[in-house]
């Protein structure tokens, strides 16, 4: 089951720098709308300081659901997937990451465990019943594989009544 989330981003003060760390730049000479992009450190400025005080702290990439509850801490973070059209999983990249907060202001779907009746059973991908003894029906349970939750962009349900046409792509 495929549960909306969003991606938030969290800085904090490292006592070192380290190669990989994630860095928020922003956007907003020669562009309408400001955004913000993630880039990774690739080598270790020479000094730390000064580095901060241009780009800010790191961050951190957390999901979380509406009610600000954490789905996924930073190093679950790992599995995207691209659709219907193939069972595969790869890993996300930065260039997904940052267009999912240039484009659709950081939203996501997470896989989450489906349960039946709210009682602790949960369908697993074969609908065998399962039971979660540690289940608590006001938590959604991400499903980890290989401890990294999947997410994929988030679907948007449109009502039958609304068509969109082929030719100009305007609603009828």
Not at 58 to 70: A, T
Request: hydrophobic share 35%.
């Amino acid at each position: 089951m495929w549960f909306p989330a969003e991606i938030v981003l969290k800085s904090y003060m490292p006592p070192e720098l380290e190669v990989g760390m994630l860095f928020i730049n922003r956007i907003s000479v020669g562009v309408i709308e400001p955004y913000i992009e993630l880039f990774e450190l690739e080598e270790l400025p020479g000094d730390k300081d000064e580095f901060m005080s241009k780009h800010g702290a790191p961050v951190q990439l957390w999901i979380i659901d509406g009610d600000d509850e954490v789905l996924a801490t930073p190093d679950q973070i790992g599995w995207w997937d691209e659709g219907s059209h193939t069972d595969e999983l790869r890993d996300i990249t930065l260039n997904e990451i940052n267009f999912l907060l240039r484009e659709c202001d950081g939203t996501v779907e997470i896989e989450v465990e489906e349960y039946d009746d709210g009682d602790g059973y949960y369908l697993d991908d074969n609908d065998e019943p399962h039971i979660d003894y540690s289940y608590n029906d006001d938590e959604l349970v991400p499903i980890l594989y290989d401890n990294k939750v999947v997410l994929r962009l988030e679907l948007e349900e449109y009502d039958e009544d609304w068509d969109v046409t082929l030719e100009d792509g305007l609603e009828e």
